[in-house]
């Protein structure tokens, strides 16, 4: 049996544990939480909360929208643009016309060539998903959707239109290791870390979320470049901006790939630790180590692992829990050296592959490098990143990079954002785990909850290679998770104001949920702590009156050129068909709005700023 962890100062020829890493620990958990003193002040600080969150209840105004107000909802909306959403909701929810879209789109690029084609598409399709072609083009609408009390988060959504075999040769060649191709033994290596042509393209099976494959460093540094723009963009057209990226689009997979192995192997590795103590089915933050059981449960071992755990024994904490142990994690100085294996059987470290290339190694630091610069420059123009999630064989390590970088933008204000899936088994506890660690450290928490967007593959995936399914069994559940780690973000930011949150759903019942939670809590709109999204030329009816209450609340804003966002358009008609379809009332509102427009003989009403906020 094998565990991995990214290994503090150890060395592949030993161990030799950083005693400045375990003063550290010390002294974290003499601030925070430890043993029967942290419990006893969670305690108090409960108490203190809950009287404190009646005051606020009481004192505060309750505010209650009525998302049936179709004057207030479509207010910003001219008439075109009410017939256009209507029949455009109309087309998608058709099953021939969807899933023949791209064929009738080539279809109609020939018979109309391309200026009347991509004219066609801004009247339609084009003009209800997508802000724009470039920053300035966008600009307007932006402008315009602030006046009516909704910001944006900006998105550039083109993708290379590659063919399935192009897709799978590029993701294969990326993801794969020098290693692995010269057919060396990986036997410790797990099949959910690696990949596998049959879902070589990422893009099947996914709702609305573009898709980067890996082609060379150079375009790596493009992607870099136009997110570049884009937060420059974001921070030029509002105050409170916020801007997206992926990971994916900023190197090599390979190395999310097998960071992701490492760190839910090590995460493994403190469970079993824990079930050797009785301490297994516990919620993540409760479960914890006593130490001197620890010593005598692993006796056993021999050399470099009972080292390592005699060496964490000298810390002078009696237990130690999973933020804990996390935080024995240290910088190396080569990038790779974090991806090493404690082996059970051995007593062992091993390294996770039998060797990395020179350029792998660098690749790898290319990856952080972009990272920083793109946090740097959001935080220079006084915008928020906003850092997607992916398939779950890529998220931990791109959940951990995240951290590490709210660790250091996020002390002063919230500058960065991470994005949890709630679809997934585990959300709960990650999302208590990045809280908790933000509380001792005293950062801003930011988070993006949505219910996620991959889940067909995902369960595919873990169907036919053969793992657990990471996703919850059905709607509901998710549902279920998902008002349950808002509950606890919620609860978080009643209890001290250092976590934010944005409710990214079409959800009407999540967003009301959240307004009743807000009012149980005393949370007033101008404080800034809790966020609504939804995608642009969806859910109006929901976006403009929260906006027009003094909610912060965000259009999510595709923008790119036609022909090369048509690939993006063209899976999102296929993957939100179930939407378009469950989207009835949607209709409704907009022909009532339409035909109250008519009776009224506002026949050519337009909108003005005046009359928003």
Known sequence: MSYVKTVPALTRAGVDINVRRLNTLSNRRAQSTVASTQADQDVTNRESYSSRKSRNASSSPKISIDFELTQEAYKSKDNLELLRSLVVFKLCSYDLLVDKNKELMDISKFLLGKKAFEQFMKLTFYGQFVAGEDHKSIKSLIQKNRAFGVGSVLDYSVEEDLTQEDAVTKEMDSCVSATEKEGMSMDHREKQYKAHQQFGDRRGGVTGAR??????????DQHMETFLKCIKASGGSSVDGFSAIKMTALGRPQFLLQFSEVLVKWRRFFSFLAAQQGRDGMEALEQRLELQLWLLGIAPLTTTIFDLLKAVSLCPCRTIDRLDWNSLIDDRIKISDLLVVPNLETGQLEPLLNKFTEEEEKQMKRMLQR????????????????????????????????????????????????????????????????VELSRREGWFFGAKLVRGAYMYQERSRAEEIGYEDPINPDYETTN????????????????????????????????????????????????????????????????????????????????????????YLSRRAQENRGFMKGSQRERELLWKELKRRLASGQVFYRPSPELGL
């Open 480 to 567: 279920i998770m998902y008002h349950k780690c808002l509950d606890y973000i919620l609860d978080e930011i009643g209890l001290n104001r250092n976590a934010n949150v944005m409710v990214a759903s079409h959800n009407e019942d999540t967003v009301k949920h959240t307004l009743r939670r807000m009012n149980e809590l005393g949370l007033t709109p101008t404080e800034n702590k809790v966020y609504f999204g939804q995608l642009l030329g969806m859910c109006d009816q929901i976006s403009f009156p929260l906006g027009q209450a003094g909610f912060p609340v965000y259009k999510y804003v595709p923008y790119g050129p036609v022909n090369e966002v048509i690939p």
């Open 211 to 220: 898709t980067y494959f890996y082609s060379d460093e150079a375009k790596c």
């Open 371 to 434: 990272l920083d610069v793109l946090a740097n420059h959001a935080e220079e123009h006084s915008v928020r990143l906003m850092v997607d999630a992916e398939q779950t064989y890529f998220q931990p390590a791109i959940s951990t990079l995240t951290v590490e970088m709210q660790r250091i933008y996020n002390r002063g204000k919230p500058v960065i954002f991470n994005t949890y899936q709630c679809y997934l088994k585990e959300a709960y506890d990650i999302v208590t785990m990045d």
